[in-house]
């Protein structure tokens, strides 16, 4: 997987999402506690393009929202929403002073389609995020700060 670049990103979401790769292997490892959460605090989310339409050829063009009004139209992402565990808790971040997930969407929209009202969560600080760093040998992850100078700043700014 090429990395992603912060050009890459739609402007309606470089707002509100991550600019930084993380491990979904680290993410996982990380012993944080479980709690809950209303979904009503995550649905907004659903109307950003996070996923792709196409992957790899497009990326960050498809909406969640899209894929609900019509789940027969996305038959693989159909596959993965009605088959997410969701006795997994979904990974979110307070970022830019909104919950938003990390490592979970799929979970969510079962929840959703299921009329659930909670959903587990591990709320990942953001000091977190030198721990979720993939190996610099790694190809996978999500947008590379240039330098550390430019993560230290960011999560400086976010505490």
């Known amino acids: 997987m090429d990395l992603i670049r912060r050009n890459d990103i739609p402007k309606e979401l470089a707002s ?5 790769h993380w491990s979904q292997k680290k993410l ?6 479980i709690t809950t959460m209303e979904v009503k605090e995550l649905i907004w989310l659903i109307d950003y393009p996070i996923w792709a339409s196409n992957p790899p050829d497009k990326i960050f063009d498809l909406k969640p929202v899209e894929v609900l009004q019509n789940l027969d139209l996305f ?3 159909k596959t993965k929403i009605l088959n997410a565990d969701c006795s ?4 979110i971040m307070n970022w830019r002073e909104h919950w938003v997930i990390l490592d ?10 299921a009329n659930e009202l909670e959903i587990s969560v591990k709320k990942v600080p953001i000091s977190a995020i030198y721990e979720i760093q ?3 040998s790694s190809p996978n992850g999500f947008l590379k700060y240039e330098t550390q100078k430019n993560l230290n700043k960011s999560i400086k700014l976010l505490e």
């Open 134 to 136: 993939p190996d610099r």
């Open 28 to 33: 996982w490892a990380l012993d944080l506690p």
């Open 75 to 77: 038959p693989k992402v």
């Open 88 to 91: 997994f808790p979904i990974h």
């Open 16 to 20: 509100i999402y991550f600019d930084f």
């Open 104 to 113: 979970g969407f799929h979970r969510l929209l079962k929840k959703i389609i």
